[in-house]
């Protein structure tokens, strides 16, 4: 389980739809409780994806663009697991849009997902905001249902 505030849920929406056609993503921080991992906060980020990128990847990813993916800058992970750290935070999850999809990972999603990590998508269509989903990795590297839990 995932534990965030409305305002968490907010942001996100929020993000998702000023990049609107495109994907956004940002990157979620918090910490491991006993049942559930704990937002403290969510950092909408950029869409680096580009046909450079692309050519890291295995495949012909090179024609996709950033309406069916997304990259966080590597040095923009390394400075938030950082700033993470000194505030004894963790980078616990990833969060993305699918502009016109579903809030299903897609085969590149799990393909691309670490282990430990929280996936929160959410759905944007024609432009505004709606369902949202999480999830996680199992031990066979299959994306399982992550229940959401809205606090205060």
């Known amino acids: 389980m995932i534990q965030l505030s409305q305002e968490h849920l907010q942001t ?12 956004c993503c940002g990157i979620i921080l918090g910490y491991l409780a ?6 403290v906060e969510v950092m ?10 692309a050519a890291e990847f295995p495949g012909d990813r090179t024609t996709e663009s950033k309406r069916r993916q997304y990259a966080i800058a590597p040095e923009i992970m390394l400075k938030t697991q950082r ?7 963790n980078i616990i999850g990833i969060f993305h849009s699918h502009p016109d999809h579903p809030a299903i990972p897609s085969e590149c999603d799990r393909l691309y997902a670490w282990q430990g990590y929280s996936y929160i998508i959410v759905s944007v269509q024609n432009g505004k905001a709606g369902e949202l989903q999480s999830w996680s990795l199992d031990d066979h590297h299959q994306f399982q249902a992550e229940a959401i839990e809205n606090i205060i």
């Open 34 to 39: 006993s049942e559930s991992k704990i937002v």
């Open 83 to 89: 700033e993470a750290r000194n505030r004894s935070l």
């Open 12 to 23: 996100i929406c929020t993000h998702a739809e000023s990049t609107y056609p495109e994907e």
């Open 44 to 53: 909408p980020t950029e869409n680096v994806w580009h046909t450079e990128a």
